[in-house]
């Protein structure tokens, strides 16, 4: 079965870097997008980075444009959400999924997810 697999979150003063990947398997994804979502306490979860498999295009949030990067780990179906100059309002638990194409910012038509990584990030 499908499975992603989280890691990178922790703890980081503000302006500092964390990555974050993502590794799924369980089928091929070549007509896939692998997004990044977050969720901080008593908000909606929203949307931050996505990746398309099929055409390497990337799009991102404004709040996180010029900071964050989302890139591929080569033909592996890893993802990895580089987080610069972090503020302390990227505080939230991180999420990948996984969503058929064409790439979509809503959560709801993301079929897969991993299971959250916490990041903070102090002032």
């Known amino acids: 079965q499908v499975q992603l697999v989280e890691s990178g979150g922790g703890l980081v003063q503000a302006g500092g870097s964390l990555r974050l990947s993502c590794a799924a398997s369980g089928r091929t994804f070549s007509s896939y997008a692998m997004g990044w979502f977050r969720q901080a306490p008593g908000k909606a979860r929203e949307f931050v980075a996505a990746?398309?498999?099929?055409?390497?295009?990337?799009y991102y949030a404004d709040s996180v444009k010029g900071r964050f990067t989302i890139s591929r780990d080569g033909a592996k179906y890893t993802v990895y959400l580089q987080m610069n100059s972090l503020k302390p309002e990227d505080t939230a638990v991180y999420y990948c999924?996984?969503?058929?194409?064409?790439?979509?910012?809503?959560?709801?038509?993301?079929?897969?997810w991993g299971q959250g990584t916490q990041v903070t990030v102090s002032s």
């Open positions: 999924a996984l969503d058929a194409l064409p790439v979509q910012f809503d959560e709801s038509h993301y079929d897969y």
């Open positions: 990746l398309s498999f099929s055409h390497g295009n990337t």
